[in-house]
């Protein structure tokens, strides 16, 4: 039973918080319960094992023991959220769903059968090895998204060696590879998960405060947030021993005045995609962007600066793309990076990179800068065509009230210039009242970034899936 090992750690902890949903506590017995519950609805709607299935739902108790009770079912789950609503029913024929389960803001469930026979051939094999699968959309933020296939097994492998039982955060989304990542690392070492309906700073900080949490996985987009709004000075955060950051670069700045505000907390890089999984990682130190990735069941390498991964837990591959692997197996990121021993360093996603005369410009290097301003809420940095250099350098920034928005453009140039050579200075300034992030609290870059650049390589591409 490929959940086997799940369900024994919640028998030997049947009186422990396993869930915590709007401020109410369920434990580990009340999970083996629903399980057990949803086990007899799989049944009563007829729906067999190896169907494809979306569960329509946000982190939940419902949410959870379904899941749960799907890979027990061995179908192959397609989880969704409100953050792809406009893209609903391309992602449900993307992904050939036969069935959906909606759960409501009771977490009561509406259950529907649609006209399709799923007949893709990674499900085919999926259904030949009797394993439960997943189906993963990646974010789509700098192009169409992708649909990745694993098989469960693979990723629940690495969940199997006991680690640190905490009290966490449930920010990253019940459809987001980092979601689904924080969920079964805290269920497989018992320890409880916090959801939160609201995921502003005040909305985080206080779940934090009222549940004594003690690990906090978040985007570095959400922690300039934090930092701007001050947030941390409203809310008790002592319990909180560690913070993770991925799903895209750590601007210098950000990090830097995470380590002074926090000290006495552990402040670590984590990375993933869709595509693979999350690999397990160690940074250098609190305040360093150098991490160690790795672990056992991933390989990585880097060719031409592009870091490669191979992993156990790779996907089978896209329901609606090309196979983005090389042909000895290893998937290429796409993430440009610097190598030092063990460590590398992420510096961006080659898709980002934004060319000026032959020169490159990393976009988190440029936002670091900026955010270094007085007044700054937050900074997005993206190219544009240029006929004389290719491309040019733009910003679109979000200001405080207070600050006086006709001379601010030019105030941040003479600012990047002290700060950067010329070329990475942005020429293009737009203050902006809108959200810089998507619901998954990462930046949306304009798509002309990529247009004045060469095309990539077949399989050099990845899905931007972190």
């Known amino acids: 039973m490929p959940i086997g090992f799940l369900l024994d750690a919640f028998a030997a902890h049947r009186e422990a918080d396993a869930i915590v949903w709007r401020d109410r506590a369920f434990s580990y017995g009340w999970l083996e319960e629903h399980i057990a519950d949803w086990r007899d609805q799989l049944a009563a709607e007829a729906i067999p094992p190896g169907a494809v299935v979306a569960i329509e739902a946000d982190f939940s108790p419902a949410a959870v023991a379904l899941f749960l009770a799907l890979i027990e079912h061995g179908a192959i789950l397609v989880p969704l959220t409100e953050s792809v609503a406009q893209q609903r029913d391309e992602f449900l024929d993307i992904a050939e769903v036969e069935f959906t389960i909606a759960l409501d803001r009771a977490d009561a469930a509406t259950f529907a059968r649609r006209p399709v026979a799923a007949a893709h051939e990674f499900y085919v094999r999926l259904r030949a090895l009797a394993h439960p699968g997943l189906v993963l959309f ?17 990723i629940l492998e690495k969940f199997r060696v006991p680690r640190k039982r905490m009290r966490t955060i449930s920010f990253l989304l019940y459809d987001h590879i980092g979601g689904i990542n924080t969920m079964l690392y805290t269920l497989a070492n018992a320890g409880c998960l916090v959801t939160v309906a609201d995921r502003t700073p005040d909305g985080v900080l206080g779940a934090v405060a009222r549940h004594k949490v003690e690990l906090l996985p978040t985007s570095p987009t959400f922690l300039n947030m934090l930092l701007f709004s001050e947030a941390y000075t409203r809310h008790d955060t002592s319990s909180l021993h560690t913070i993770t950051y991925g799903t895209e670069p750590m601007p210098e700045s950000t990090l830097r005045r995470l380590h002074e505000l926090f000290p006495d ?32 069941g991933f390989e990585t390498r880097v060719v031409d600066r592009i870091l490669q991964i191979k992993a156990r837990s790779s996907m089978l591959g896209y329901l609606n793309a090309a196979s ?50 007085p007044g700054v809420a937050d900074a997005t940095v993206y190219g544009e065509r240029n006929a004389i250099t290719g491309q040019i350098v733009c910003a679109k920034v979000t200001l405080d009230a207070s600050e006086d928005t006709a001379t601010f453009p030019r105030r941040l140039k ?53």
């Open 138 to 154: 990646s974010s789509g933020s700098t192009g169409k998204s992708k649909a990745a296939v694993h098989d469960v097994v693979g």
């Open 265 to 296: 907390k552990q402040l670590v890089q984590t990375y993933g995609l869709s595509e693979v999984g999350i690999l397990r990682s160690k940074s250098k130190s609190s305040d360093s962007l150098w991490v160690k990735i790795g672990g056992e």
């Open 324 to 373: 983005p692997f090389t042909s000895d197996g290893w998937f290429v990121t796409g993430d440009e990076v610097e190598v030092d021993g063990e460590y590398v360093r992420i510096l961006g996603r080659k898709s980002e990179l934004i060319n000026v005369g032959g020169q490159k410009v990393f976009p988190a290097e440029v936002e670091g800068v900026i955010q270094e301003m």
């Open 414 to 466: 003479q600012h990047c210039r002290g700060r950067l050579a010329l070329f990475k200075v942005p020429v293009k300034v737009d203050v902006v009242a809108a959200p810089q992030h998507g619901a998954r609290f990462k930046k949306m870059r304009n798509a002309e970034q990529t247009a004045a650049a060469p095309a990539p390589r077949a399989g050099e591409e990845a899905a931007d899936g972190r």
